[in-house]
Nanobody, 123 residues
Framework: QVQLVESGGGSVQPGGSLRLSCAGS????????IGWFRQAPGKEREGIAC????????YLADSVKARFTISRDNAQNTVYLQMNGLKPEDTAVYYC????????????????WGQGTQVTVSS
């Protein structure tokens, strides 16, 4: 059974940091591009980062490029999203997702999704 489980969300003050984890099971994570998405209330799901399976190339949305990094540990079947310099507008539910052998910053191609983890940035 394919499963993705996010963890590491929480509440933080503006300027703070969080590291989200996405743990995969039931499939070989290294065969998949892994993306991070977020969805704020009343807004569409937004792609913010993706890391390819082939060579670890990373893609970041302009809104987070200077503050977030994505990395993967294939031995641990885990992908991380390091978020620094958090702003109130980063408040959302964050999801990780897996797509076979490609990478994208739009939701449509992704085959598997986690349940999400809440990130709240406020003072």
């Amino acid at each position: 059974q394919v499963q993705l489980v996010e963890s590491g969300g929480g509440s933080v003050q503006p300027g703070g940091s969080l590291r989200l984890s996405c743990a995969g099971s039931g499939f070989t994570l290294s065969d998949y591009g892994i993306g991070w998405f977020r969805q704020a209330p009343g807004k569409e799901r937004e792609g913010i980062a993706c890391i390819s399976n082939k060579d670890g190339t990373t893609y970041l949305a302009d809104s987070v490029k200077a503050r977030f990094t994505i990395s993967r540990d294939n031995a641990q079947n885990t992908v991380y999203l390091q978020m620094n310099g958090l702003k109130p507008e980063d408040t959302a539910v964050y999801y990780c997702a897996a797509v076979y052998f490609i990478c994208a910053l739009v939701p449509a191609p992704f085959d598997y999704w986690g349940q999400g983890t809440q990130v709240t940035v406020s003072s």
